[in-house]
């Protein structure tokens, strides 16, 4: 074997301290403008929908979302009560609001689901077609008309988006009175 055929084998380099690693990197040139566009769509409220009508979850609330299933019914309720649900070891009460709010049925082909809003003894469950929306081009509107009676009060303000018009909605307060109306 000549000289020439001989592999060398790679000189080993010294190892660089944290702090020079780290200033090393060289972030892409488009990088700024990518966090940029991710601040532009950083979502402003969540929103859900019965029937036709487009509800905001109130800033600061706990949510989930869950299949409807499990929801007992209980005997003599209110028709706008559709029952309760065992929600990891807390009774929830789920309610209907397109039976409370007198809405048309609609013919929509998604998932009824269980919008939980709050938690412990303070959680309801609404029963909601199909997912929650993230509105990310929301903006305050003035409150259009058309609100069904029994939700005016409790629908303060209204934000827009593209096409849609979604309604504050003051649960708790809507749910107290709804229990109150039917005591």
Not at 26 to 45: G, H, W, Y
Not at 67 to 90: D, F, H, K, S, V
């Amino acid at each position: 074997m000549s000289s020439a055929d001989t592999v060398l084998a790679p000189t080993p380099r010294a190892l660089l301290a944290p702090g020079a690693a780290l200033s090393r990197f060289v972030p892409p040139a488009n990088l700024a403008s990518a966090i940029a566009e991710r601040k532009e769509e950083r979502v402003v409220r969540y929103g859900f929908r019965i029937g036709t009508l487009r509800l905001l979850v109130r800033p600061g609330t706990g949510s989930e979302v869950v299949e409807a299933r499990g929801i007992a019914p209980l005997p003599n309720a209110p028709r706008w009560l559709a029952g309760m649900m065992n929600q990891r070891g807390t009774p929830v009460p789920v309610f209907d609001l397109s039976t409370a709010l007198d809405l048309p049925r609609s013919d929509d082909p998604e998932k009824t689901m269980v919008l939980l809003l709050d938690t412990g003894e303070r959680a309801v469950g609404v029963l909601i077609n199909g997912f929650p929306a993230a509105l990310t081009d929301a903006r305050p509107i003035g409150r259009p008309a058309g609100l069904p009676a029994r939700l005016a009060p409790f629908a303060p303000a209204a934000l827009a988006t593209a096409d849609l018009v979604w309604f504050e909605f003051q649960h708790p307060d809507f749910f107290e009175s709804l229990c109150h109306a039917a005591a």
